[in-house]
C-alpha cells in the first residue's frame, strides 16, 4: 500500500481528493490537512510515502512544505497539485525537492499514475509545463521573495522586519532590489509582477 498524506486549504477539495485516491486499491490516505504546518506535523506523526499538496495555503505554502520536509529529512516524496500552470512555479518546486507537480484539471489517472511513479522513486510532471520551466530564471532570492510576500500581505516595513528579524532598513533594501530586478514601479507592482511569474 501507498500510504498518502493530502494537504489541501479548501475542505471540500480535501474530501474530494481523499475520496478520489482511496477509490485506487493500493492507496491508503492516512490524513488530511488544511495547514502546512498541520501537514507537517501529520508527516511526522504518520510517516506517509507521499504528500500530495496545494502550493497555496495558509501560513505555509505547499512550497514551504516541501522545503521543510526535505530539511528535516522525511522519506515522504512530494507531489505538488495546484491550479498554476506557471513556470516559475514548477521550477520553485523542483529546487525545493518536490517529485511531482500536475494541475488540478489533470484526469484523475493521471495523479493515481503520477503517485505511484514518485512513490517508487521517479518523477511526475506535467509535460507542457516542464518544457517552459526554464526559459525565464527567477531573479528574486529567497529573501527577497519573503519580504515581497508579506509586503503583497499588506504588512508594514516595521512589521516585515519583525517578522523576519531583519531592520527596517534591510527590508527596505530587499523591497528596493525586489522593484528594481523586476523592472516594478513599487512594491505592489513588484508583487503583482512575481506572482504572475510564479515567483512568489
Known amino acids: 500500500m501507498i500510504r498518502i498524506l493530502v494537504a ?15 477509490i485506487e486499491a493500493d492507496f491508503e ?16 506523526r504518520h510517516a506517509p510515502d507521499v504528500v500530495v499538496t496545494d502550493i497555496e495555503m495558509p501560513g505555509m505554502t505547499g512550497l514551504d512544505l516541501a522545503a521543510e520536509l526535505r530539511r528535516r529529512g522525511s522519506k515522504a516524496r512530494v507531489v505538488i497539485l495546484t491550479t498554476f500552470a506557471r513556470p516559475g512555479y514548477l521550477r520553485r518546486a523542483l ?17 493515481a499514475e503520477a503517485i505511484r511513479r ?33 509586503a503583497d500581505e499588506g504588512l508594514g516595513g516595521a512589521e516585515i522586519a519583525r517578522r523576519l528579524t531583519l531592520s527596517e532598513g534591510t527590508v527596505r533594501n530587499y523591497l528596493s532590489e525586489a522593484i528594481g530586478k523586476l523592472g516594478a514601479r513599487n512594491r505592489v507592482d513588484a508583487a503583482r509582477l512575481a506572482r504572475q511569474k510564479g515567483w512568489l
Open 8 to 22: 489541501e486549504d479548501q475542505a471540500m477539495v480535501l474530501g474530494a481528493l481523499t475520496a478520489l485516491l482511496e
Open 29 to 44: 490516505v492516512v490524513a488530511g490537512a488544511r495547514t502546512g504546518e498541520d501537514a507537517l506535523n501529520l508527516a511526522a
Open 95 to 111: 529546487e525545493v525537492g518536490a517529485s511531482g507537480y500536475l494541475l488540478k484539471d489533470a484526469p484523475s489517472a493521471q495523479l
Open 118 to 150: 514518485v512513490a517508487a522513486g521517479g518523477r511526475a510532471i506535467d509535460p507542457a509545463l516542464a518544457s517552459e520551466a526554464w526559459t525565464e530564471p527567477d531573479p528574486l532570492t529567497d529573501r527577497e521573495r519573503q519580504v515581497l510576500r508579506l
